[in-house]
């Protein structure tokens, strides 16, 4: 088990950019594959971006590539995405997640993932 603590949610204008970092816990996290998911209240979470344990490997999903870049510092038990040209559709709940993976391994599925952070919130302001 990883405790995870997101953290750099806020308010956010239609094309701006914000940077969310998760923090984990204990030192076992270059072992572990991290992605990050967001949810909007009523619908169902889905996949942003994940990240390989050694920082090689990472995927987008097509909606946010290009605009999105998920990076990881395993000296410091931090994953990172920063996020650019904001959509107002994507004001939603941000989460962090964990799963112990091999070399090189990651997965994009909600399912796939045994730890979770609480979120940070992303807001939309006019």
């Known amino acids: 088990q990883v405790r995870l603590v997101e953290s750099g949610g806020g308010l956010v204008q239609a094309g701006g950019s914000l940077r969310l970092s998760c923090a984990a816990s204990?030192?076992?996290?270059?072992?572990?594959?991290m992605g990050w998911f967001r949810q909007r209240p009523g619908k169902e979470r889905e996949f942003v971006a994940t990240i390989s344990r050694g920082g090689t490997n990472t995927f987008h999903s097509y909606s946010v590539k290009g605009r999105f870049t998920v990076s990881r510092g395993n000296a410091k038990n931090t994953v990172d995405l920063q996020m650019n040209n904001l959509k107002p559709e994507e004001t939603d709940d941000y989460y962090c997640?964990?799963?112990?993976?091999?070399?090189?391994?990651?997965?994009?599925?909600?399912?796939?993932?045994?730890?979770w952070g609480r979120g940070t919130q992303v807001t939309g302001s006019s």
């Open positions: 204990g030192n076992t996290f270059r072992t572990y594959n």
């Open positions: 997640a964990a799963r112990e993976a091999t070399v090189g391994d990651i997965r994009a599925v909600v399912s796939e993932y045994e730890n």
